[in-house]
């Protein structure tokens, strides 16, 4: 099966006031994937398909997909990566702009 771009989709369910915000939830929660199964299918079900290895198989081409696992490191919690890039800022040297002074 493949993805119709033109297919038309409903709107996202309302959230539920119940669950936690998303602020609480770490980085990978909040942007990486959709963890509770609930939503999965609810997701899958607008789709028109029944499991994930499907979805991959529509949207993934088999030219590029790998059975391999990545060996990347543990992922950095998005304090440590906000205090990196704090760090990385703080080497920067401010100067006097010379754009357009001829």
Same mark, same amino acid.
Not at 62 to 69: K, T, V
């Given at each position: 099966?493949?993805?119709?771009?033109? /297919?038309? %989709?409903?709107?996202?369910?309302? %959230?539920?006031?119940?669950?936690?915000?998303?602020?609480?939830?770490?980085? =990978?929660? /909040?942007?990486?994937? %959709?963890?509770?199964? =609930?939503?999965?299918?609810?997701?899958?079900?607008?789709?028109?398909?029944?499991?994930?290895?499907?979805?991959?198989?529509?949207?993934?081409?088999?030219?590029?997909?790998?059975? #391999?696992?990545? =060996?990347?490191?543990?992922?950095?919690?998005?304090?440590?990566?906000?205090?990196?890039?704090?760090?990385?800022?703080?080497?920067?040297? %401010? /100067?006097?702009?010379?754009?357009? #002074?001829?």
């Amino acid at each position: 099966m493949s993805l119709d771009p033109t /297919r038309k %989709v409903s709107a996202a369910p309302p %959230v539920d006031p119940g669950r936690k915000a998303a602020g609480s939830l770490p980085f =990978a929660g /909040r942007h990486i994937g %959709v963890f509770d199964p =609930a939503d999965q299918d609810t997701m899958l079900k607008a789709l028109g398909m029944s499991s994930l290895d499907e979805l991959i198989a529509a949207a993934v081409p088999a030219s590029i997909r790998s059975s #391999l696992a990545l =060996a990347l490191p543990p992922a950095s919690s998005e304090a440590e990566v906000a205090a990196e890039l704090r760090a990385l800022a703080a080497r920067n040297t %401010v /100067r006097a702009s010379m754009i357009g #002074l001829g």
